[in-house]
């Protein structure tokens, strides 16, 4: 597939250059995590009935799941409101260069400059994640810690520390946004290298430095580009572009593939089982570990999420290379062939996530409504919508839509692995496809069975 | 003449997998048989679980499903069937009704009963699961799919 300049067009050009939309959806979405925060900590404590909870858990994070990140990639990056506070304090601006920012600008350590904070992060969120996800306060702090803890970086370190190497969501998003149809990237290389001052990466009066420490020439992958537009303001030449694409082309780019990226995809695959059983299965003993923190139970539950995540999960994908590697009398490539392969299941990984969120979301969507009439618990009820009754949405296509994203992640997946195969000569696709599949099975088993 | 012909035959594995599909999906189940038993089922509701979590019932068995709590009000929501019952501490509930399809189908907690009430969920299993049994085969055939008929990319440099 082609890919198509979205920016050639004038008007979306103009909307994207432009401090103004961006703003003004920053602005808004700001006012909402403040709000969020506040109903988490005010509001009623009934997790089904917090506006913080429902907004957070089902409308925000469904759209994330099952619409931001499959087509836009990192485009939530680009209007988070988390970073918002302590930006501007470092930059002393809200809208464009022009203000003296506060701040020690310190470079973010060489050693911590990958991605394993924020997989240690995720591991965190999801050993609290049944407390996280049902107790209003906790919601809060949460929302609150991140919101304090960006600011703290961005008056320590320079640009966006926190969005790059610490944020539990930021991960995710950046993994899984190689898979996105959309891609900022320069347009001619020659350009930039003859361009000596660098303005995309040093800023200027039209705009600043990337805020995520990349210089645009140098990008291949989406991984790393959070979609801020600040390249698309400094460049003099007009040499960057927002391109339609095909879908999960950075998969196929044979540099810059990294141990913690791949473990990523594995906390992620380990993490959508892990949810699957606890919260859409039948089991409450395993429910009661999760929200026990602090308990013996939970104790165990935590460790067994780690260790399926960060151990079982890798090295049962390892053994699994290394057995094809060995039977095609191949151990070398095998062993260099596991980061390239594990990029193959990020596919399935997105797959696994929405096929999750899918039979969460639309169970829970009619909270929505109450939510919204009241949401600090006051007994208001704004716009008539109080008295909606809770009731699944979808319920007979909900499983359809589960089994095509999981087949069709599946098939993504397969393809992936069997094009890295032949990319990095690993002989034996077959052995990381088995594996797929039968991870793949043993989530239809959870959510169908 | 030779390309107009090859053409069709590189896609002929993906219309062979396209049917198959196709056929996994649409090839109807056996036919449930008509009401043959009748069965008393008491699922007790508690501290964000029901017991037990999973119920089974033969296809075309006459359930009554009897709901009891012995903490605070819980409801249950049988999806698909779209039934619901409601019972007050002491106060079991009961429905009864035919089990006239077959597969898993979640029921859940409908009455707000706590911090973890969203993920309060049961299993009901009447017969065979054709559900999930068709979504292995389409999974299956989406792998060979991936697999088979896509076309390597050219080996990196």
């Keep these: 597939m082609a890919k198509v300049e979205l920016t050639r067009f004038a008007a979306v050009r103009a909307i ?3 401090r103004w939309p961006q703003l003004a959806l920053q602005a808004v979405l700001l006012g909402g995590l403040l709000f969020t925060i506040l109903s988490g900590l005010l509001g009623t404590p009934v997790g089904s009935h917090n506006f913080g909870i429902v907004y957070v858990w089902i409308a925000w994070w469904g759209s994330l799941i099952l619409v931001l990140i499959p087509l836009l990639g990192r485009g939530w990056c680009s209007v988070c409101p988390i970073p918002l506070p302590g930006e501007w304090l470092q930059r002393g ?4 260069p022009s203000g003296k920012g506060i701040g020690l600008n310190l470079r973010w350590p060489r050693r911590l400059r990958n991605i394993w904070l924020q997989n240690a992060a995720f591991g965190l969120v999801a050993m609290l994640s049944a407390v996280i996800l049902t ?4 919601t809060a702090w949460v929302l609150g810690l991140m919101l304090v803890a960006a600011l703290a970086l961005s008056l320590v370190f320079e640009r966006r520390a926190f969005c790059r190497y610490l944020c539990p969501v930021g991960g995710f998003i950046g993994l899984y946004s190689q898979l996105a149809p959309v891609e900022l990237r320069v347009k001619d290389r020659a350009i930039c290298a003859g361009h000596t001052e660098k303005t995309c990466y040093t800023g200027n009066g039209e705009g600043y430095g990337c805020p995520w420490q990349v210089f645009p020439a140098s990008l291949a992958k989406n991984t790393a580009c959070g979609l801020c537009m600040e390249c698309l303001r400094t460049c003099p030449y007009d040499n960057l572009a927002l391109n339609l694409r095909a879908p999960g082309v950075d998969l196929m780019q044979p540099t810059g593939r990294r141990l913690d990226e791949a473990f990523k995809s594995f906390v ?10 606890v919260m859409l299965g039948p089991w409450g003993g ?3 570990a999760a929200y026990g923190v602090g308990s013996p139970a939970w104790l165990g539950y935590a460790l067994a999420v780690l260790a399926l995540a960060f151990g079982l999960l890798p090295g049962s994908f390892y053994l699994t290379v290394i057995a094809g590697g060995a039977i095609r009398r191949s151990l ?5 062939a596991f980061v390239p392969l594990a990029y193959g299941l990020v596919p399935l990984g997105l797959a696994a996530w929405v096929a999750f969120s899918l039979s969460f979301v639309f169970a829970n969507a009619s909270y929505l409504g109450p939510a919204l009439a009241d949401p600090l618990g006051g007994g208001w009820n704004l716009a008539g919508l109080a008295g909606v009754s809770w009731r699944p949405l979808m319920s007979g296509l909900v499983p359809w839509m589960q089994i095509g994203a999981l087949a069709g992640g599946l098939a993504w997946s397969s393809g992936a692995t069997r094009r890295i195969a032949v990319q990095t000569g690993y002989p034996a696709p077959g052995a990381p496809i088995a594996f797929s599949a039968a991870l793949t099975m043993a989530l239809l088993w959870l959510l169908l069975g | 003449m030779r390309s107009v012909l090859a053409t069709p035959r590189r896609f002929m594995p993906l219309v062979v997998l396209g049917l198959a599909a196709l056929a996994i999906v649409f090839v109807p189940g056996p036919a449930v048989p008509s009401p043959s038993g009748e069965r008393m089922i008491h699922v007790e509701a508690t501290n964000f679980e029901f017991l037990p979590g999973v119920i089974r019932a033969d296809p075309g068995e006459r359930i009554t499903l009897e709901l009891s709590s012995n903490d605070v009000v819980h409801g249950l929501y049988l999806e698909k069937y779209d039934l619901s019952l409601t019972a007050e501490p002491g106060q079991p509930a009961r429905l009864t009704f035919i089990a006239d ?3 898993s189908f979640r029921f859940r907690c409908s009455v707000t009963c706590g911090a973890l009430h969203p993920f309060m969920i049961g299993i009901l299993r009447v017969g065979p699961n054709w559900l999930l049994w068709r979504a292995i085969g389409l999974s299956l055939l989406a792998a060979l799919a991936g697999a088979l008929t896509l076309r390597p990319w050219p080996k990196s440099s």
């Design chain 1, 268 to 277: 992620m695959l380990g993490s959508a089982v892990a949810y699957s059983a």
């Design chain 1, 16 to 18: 994207l250059r432009s």
């Design chain 1, 332 to 336: 070398t490539t095998a062993r260099r």
């Design chain 1, 286 to 288: 395993l429910k009661a």
């Design chain 1, 93 to 96: 601006a809200v809208h464009g």
């Design chain 2, 101 to 103: 399809r077959s597969g």
């Design chain 1, 135 to 138: 107790q209003p306060a906790a």
